[in-house]
C-alpha cells in the first residue's frame, strides 16, 4: 500500500472514530436527564448508558446518536484493520478483525433494539430527586 493511500485510510479512520466519539458524548448529554438519579452526576453513568438508553422513557434522539456512535466506531475499526493489514504483521490484522466483527456484532444487536421501539416526542426529562 502506497504512503498516500495509508496516510489517506488512517485519516479516515481517525475522522470515523472522532465522529463515534462527538456522537457518543451527544448520546449520553441527552440522556442524562433521563437517567436514574444516582447515575446522573458520577462518571460511572456513562458505562450505564448501554443499559438504559432502549428504555421507553429515553429520547429518540439520544437513541439515534448513540446508533450513530456505533456505526461510526465500527467504520473506524475497519479503517485500522486495513491499515493492519497493509502494513503489519498478519496477527496484528487478525487482531484488529476480531475486534470489527465483535463491534459489528454488538451494533446489529443494538440496531435490532433500535428498530423495534416507536418513534416518541419527550418533551421534558423526568423530575429527578436533588
Request: contains cysteine; hydrophobic residues 50%; proline residues 8%.
Amino acid at each position: 500500500m502506497s504512503q498516500a493511500v495509508t496516510l489517506a485510510t488512517l485519516a479516515a479512520a481517525a475522522l470515523e472514530l472522532g465522529l463515534c466519539g462527538y456522537y457518543w458524548q451527544g448520546a449520553f448529554a441527552e440522556a442524562r436527564p433521563w437517567l436514574p438519579y444516582p447515575l446522573q452526576e458520577q462518571m460511572s453513568a456513562r458505562f450505564a448508558l448501554d443499559r438504559y438508553i432502549f428504555k421507553p422513557a429515553m429520547p429518540q434522539a439520544a437513541r439515534r446518536r448513540y446508533m450513530l456512535s456505533h456505526v461510526f466506531g465500527c467504520i473506524g475499526l475497519v479503517c485500522l484493520t486495513i491499515l493492519a493489514y497493509a502494513n503489519g504483521p498478519l496477527i496484528g490484522a487478525l487482531a484488529f478483525a476480531a475486534v470489527s466483527l465483535a463491534a459489528f456484532g454488538q451494533t446489529f444487536a443494538q440496531w435490532r433494539k433500535y428498530r423495534r421501539l416507536p418513534a416518541q416526542a419527550n418533551v421534558s426529562p423526568p423530575v429527578s430527586a436533588p
